[in-house]
Structure formats: structure tokens, C-alpha cells
């Protein structure tokens, strides 16, 4: 579900949302928006199958799967040479062995096909289109596609929308399961309900180019996200709105609500959860334990508040470990050198891109403080700023 911050829902009280006791009513479900992605369209659920053959069993055991993966597959491999066959064709286009291991576990119907007459010409197909065929690990599902009544018709699409087989390599790199969508009954629907809501044909290019994803939504829970978005202020031609619609087109109800409990057991406020929201909607995409792990240092190690820590959300989506930790680290062997003032504009430092924290704070100054740079390349470790002070400004 999810609206997930719209303004109708955070103000309903989240502890008997929670709680989930009681014989009454929840009150989210009386929402007129109550079940966006309730259904969960990404079922694993598996029938159970007869029991496995150990001749396919030891065959996949062969491919690099394990004894309990291989017994776990619902198929049999009626022709080894086949299969063989099929292995080789993929490492021919580039598959690693690990590639190949992967693609078996996930599909290891695939190894019944034909290699030179269904396998071989979908390798073709995408390496004509400026693919890596070896892509297709990620999703080896979509190698059990037809390529003339599936593929080649959805890639046809997708160019119409996009422009260019540039951008639609790029869009199907980032989500490539997308093209398991059925093109009559998922994308071709997706597409003119953007349309019917005001979507113009720029933005959708570039919401599919944000995520292809989100033509595998129904019909009726974009109608859903639209309404959201709306309540929540945003306008189809405002710069959050497409990753907005991104973040409440897959977020289940269930995510929303504990999103929406855990920001506020760190004091975060609706009006301030919801302006972050806006500024960035993927803080609603972040993981958990990394949502506590980053508050948690920005409040205690970097004694920032929570208020300006919801005034800049986009520091919530970097990596403390990559990005955050090593510029700290920089900031605190420049100050304990004397290369820069006690106050300083922290937030903005954090949050400059690369190229021009490493111009500003490390590369003017690598000569006469060496360890800057190691402090960079994280071979010195941030342990704090001790009674440092910095000025925290909002702008």
C-alpha cells in the first residue's frame, strides 16, 4: 500500500495501525486509497511439485547449484546434451560461470530449449541492439520469451516512447524484469494512463528511464499514485513528482506504515516527514537498519538535529561508509591541521558532489597534509569531531 505520505493518512494514529490487536476496524482501510500494492504482484509462492529426479538433481549439482538448491527446481532435464549445449552458447556471448550459475538457478528450464534455434537468436537480438547479452543473468526469464510475439514487440515500445535504442538499453539495464510485462495487457495500459492523468510524453519517457518498473503497475493503482501525489501537493509538471510516483507505485502498505512509525520514533514530525518526502521521495526506499544506522550518527556522532537532518533528506540516501565517513574523516584531519575553521557549513560540505569536495577539501590540500587523501580513500578512520564546532545553516 502506501500513500505513503499523504497528509490524510499520516494522521492516523499509528499505534493501532501497529498494533494490529483488537477486534476493530483499521482504520486505514476505511481510506479511499487504503490498498495500493495490496495484492503484491511479485508473489513466490511455488506449488508444490513431484519429487525430484536425481538425474536432473545431479546434473544441476554440476552447474554449480547445491544439493538442496538442485532438489528444490520443479523440472527435469530430459537431455543433457542439450543442456550442455545451452551453457556453451551462453558462455560464447559472454556469460561468466558464475553467470551461468545463476541463470541456472533461476530458470533451469531453460536448459530444455534448443540453443542454436530459440537460445542463440535472442542472444543476437539484444547484441544487435547494443546490448551485453550477459545482461540477461539478472533475468534469465526473459530468455524463455518469444522473441517475435514478446521481445521484439516490447523493445519496439519502448523505443516509440523513449527516442533512442540508447536510452532504452539504459532503462532495460536498470530494471530488466521489466520486459517480462505483457505489452498488450501491462505496458501499452500503463502508458495511456499516464496519459489520461496528464502525463506528458517527456515526463513519461523519463519516468521509464527512472524506473521501467512502473509499467508493470495496474491501471487502477497509478490512478491511486496520481491521487496521492495530488493530495500531497504535487503537480505532474513538479521535479519530485516522477520520483514520487515511483516510490508510492511499490510501496506496499505495510512498508508505508512502518516507514512512517520509525521516522517518527526518531521525533521527526508530519509536517517536516512530509516536505522531505517531497524533496526526495526515495527516503521511503531506504532500508531500515540503514535509516537507524544514519540518524543515529548524524544525531549522536555529528550532533546534527533531527530537524536539519529532515531539512537536507538526500543525506539519508548516501552511504555512510562510502561517502559520509571518509569526507568527515577529511573535514577532521584538515581541522586538527589548522586548514580550516572551526565553523563550518557542514550539511553543504557533505552534500557537495564529488568533484568538488575533492577540489575544495582534498586535492588543495594533499601536499602539505598527506593524510587527507588517505582520510579519502577511507585508510583513515572518522572517530569523531570531539569539541569541534560546526555552524549548521538551511540554506
Not at 61 to 81: Q, W, Y
Not at 132 to 142: G, N
Request: with cysteine; proline share 6%.
Amino acid at each position: 500500500m502506501l500513500a505513503s505520505i499523504c497528509r490524510r493518512r499520516l494522521a492516523i494514529p499509528l499505534a493501532p495501525v501497529l498494533a494490529g490487536g483488537g477486534g476493530g476496524k483499521n482504520p486505514i482501510h476505511s481510506s479511499p486509497v487504503a490498498v495500493l500494492l495490496s495484492h503484491g504482484y511479485y508473489s513466490t509462492a511455488v506449488a508444490a511439485g513431484p519429487e525430484p529426479c536425481p538425474a536432473t538433481v545431479s546434473y544441476l549439482v554440476s552447474c554449480g547449484l547445491s544439493p538442496a538448491a538442485a532438489a528444490a527446481r520443479n523440472v527435469r532435464i530430459r537431455d543433457t546434451n542439450r543442456a550442455d549445449a545451452v551453457r556453451a552458447v551462453l558462455r560464447e556471448y559472454g556469460f561468466s560461470e558464475a553467470e551461468i550459475t545463476r541463470t541456472v538457478r533461476q530458470d533451469p528450464v531453460l536448459l530444455n530449449f534448443d540453443a542454436d534455434r530459440i537460445i542463440r537468436p535472442k542472444l543476437d537480438f539484444f547484441l544487435s541492439l547494443g546490448f551485453q547479452p550477459r545482461f540477461l543473468a539478472a533475468e534469465p526469464h526473459i530468455l524463455a520469451r518469444s522473441l517475435d510475439n514478446h521481445l521484439a514487440p516490447c523493445i519496439e515500445f519502448l523505443r516509440s516512447i523513449l527516442g533512442s535504442d540508447e536510452c532504452v538499453r539504459t532503462a532495460v539495464y536498470r530494471v530488466p524484469r521489466a520486459l517480462l510485462a505483457d505489452l498488450d495487457n501491462s505496458m501499452r495500459p500503463a502508458v495511456e494512463a499516464f496519459r489520461r492523468h496528464g502525463l506528458p510524453e517527456e515526463s513519461i519517457a523519463k519516468l521509464l528511464l527512472i524506473h521501467l518498473g512502473v509499467l508493470m503497475v495496474p491501471v487502477d493503482r497509478i490512478a491511486e499514485a496520481f491521487d496521492d501525489l495530488q493530495d500531497l501537493g504535487l503537480r505532474v509538471t513538479d521535479t519530485g513528482f516522477l520520483y514520487g510516483f515511483r516510490v508510492i507505485s511499490i510501496l506496499k502498505r505495510e512498508t508505508w506504515v512502518r516507514k512512517v512509525a520509525l521516522y517518527r520514533s526518531f521525533g521527526v514530525c508530519e509536517a517536516d516527514l512530509l516536505r522531505a518526502f517531497k524533496t526526495q521521495p526515495t527516503i521511503l526506499l531506504v532500508s531500515d537498519e540503514s535509516v537507524k544506522k544514519k540518524i543515529r550518527f548524524y544525531l549522536d556522532v555529528l550532533k546534527v538535529g533531527i530537524g536539519d537532518v529532515m531539512a537536507q533528506p538526500m543525506i539519508l540516501s548516501l552511504s555512510l561508509e562510502k561517502n559520509i565517513m571518509p569526507r568527515c574523516a577529511v573535514l577532521s584531519v584538515l581541522m586538527r591541521e589548522g586548514k580550516i575553521e572551526r565553523k563550518l557549513n557542514l550539511m553543504p560540505a557533505l552534500l557537495s558532489n564529488l568533484k568538488v569536495f575533492s577540489a575544495r577539501f582534498v586535492w588543495r590540500y594533499a601536499k602539505d597534509v598527506p593524510d587527507v587523501v588517505k582520510a579519502f580513500e577511507g585508510k583513515i578512520k572518522f572517530q569523531g569531531f570531539g569539541d569541534r564546532e560546526f555552524e549548521l545553516l538551511s540554506h
